[in-house]
Every structure is written in structure tokens, then in C-alpha cells.
Nanobody
Framework: QVQLVESGGGLVQAGGSLRLSCAAS????????MAWYRQAPGKQRELVAQ???????DYADSVKGRFTISRDNAKNTVYMQMNSLKPEDTAVYYC???????????????WGQGTQVTVSS
């Protein structure tokens, strides 16, 4: 069974930076897309950024130019560097991986446990 473990959240002042990490552990699996979502109180979960196996990235308009997603395939890990943080970035951040468990052919979504990011004004 594959598990995702997140780290790196916390409290930061507006304008500050944080780096989130999410690592997958287990055996006999491969990862396709890695992504970060967030959910603020009273709001729906939204896609923040995603990165494909070839390194192609995509960002929500609200974070373009401030957040950078990257991946280390050897470590089954995704990172997100968050700079110039704003109070509206406050949310629980979740990683999401599309994972194929061998010998099955289909991919399924796995979620991390969530990490709180709080940006004070």
C-alpha cells in the first residue's frame, strides 16, 4: 500500500516563504502526475499546481510567478516552493499523486494527510 507523507507547512508572515514536500512510500508502483491542492475554510478544494512526469508544469493563476512545483522521481517526492506568500494563501495543502500499483494497468489518486499553511498579515 502506497502512502504519501507531507511536510513543510507552518506559520509565516505575509511576504515570506515556505517549502512543502510530499514523499510516496511503498513498493511496486509508478507515479504519473504529482500535484498540490489546497482548501481554505468554507471553500472547495482547488488545484494549485501540477507537474507531469516529463516536467511540464501548470499553475493556478493566483499563484503564478510566486509558487514553483518540482519533482524528484528517484525519491518519489514533489516539492512546492512558495514565495511572496499572501494571507489569502492560508489553507490546508494536500499533495495528490496519480499512482499505478503493479501489476494493475490503471492509475488511481492518492492523497497526503494535509499540512496547514497560515500566512499572517
Amino acid at each position: 500500500q502506497v502512502q504519501l507523507v507531507e511536510s513543510g507547512g507552518g506559520l509565516v508572515q505575509a511576504g515570506g516563504s515556505l517549502r512543502l514536500s510530499c514523499a510516496a512510500s511503498g513498493t511496486d508502483f509508478s507515479i504519473n502526475t504529482m500535484a498540490w491542492y489546497r482548501q481554505a475554510p468554507g471553500k472547495q478544494r482547488e488545484l494549485v499546481a501540477q507537474i507531469l512526469t516529463g516536467g511540464i508544469t501548470d499553475y493556478a493563476d493566483s499563484v503564478k510567478g510566486r509558487f514553483t512545483i518540482s519533482r524528484d522521481n528517484a525519491k518519489n517526492t514533489v516539492y512546492m516552493q512558495m514565495n511572496s506568500l499572501k494571507p489569502e494563501d492560508t489553507a490546508v495543502y494536500y499533495c495528490n499523486f496519480a499512482i499505478r500499483n503493479y501489476p494493475f494497468r490503471t492509475y488511481r489518486n492518492y492523497w497526503g494527510q494535509g499540512t496547514q499553511v497560515t500566512v499572517s498579515s
